[in-house]
């Protein structure tokens, strides 16, 4: 009978970290906290953007129907595009 296989050997444990972290570090640190917190501030304006953009498209669209209602205007509504 043939023995069953060897475990493979265990793999070394990590050194552990100083408990002093490099000053540079700590300022990289700062830094990328800095910049996270610049991209979420304009992250959330762009979207806030977009929402009042979609609803001021969608109020001049309906003001230009009510304004075309008025002139007894009659415009064709637009086609929906076909996908191929």
Do not use: F
Not at 35 to 63: F, G, I, Q, V
């Amino acid at each position: 009978m043939d023995a069953p296989p060897a475990s493979p050997p265990a793999a070394p444990a990590p050194a552990p970290r100083p408990s002093k972290v490099p000053e540079h570090e700590l300022r990289d640190r700062a830094r990328a906290a800095k910049l996270r917190a610049k991209a979420a501030k304009a992250r959330l304006k762009s979207n806030r953007l977009e929402a009042k953009a979609k609803l001021l498209s969608e109020k001049a669209s309906y003001w230009e129907q009510r304004a075309d209602d008025l002139d007894g205007v009659v415009r064709p509504q637009p086609q929906p595009s076909v996908a191929k």
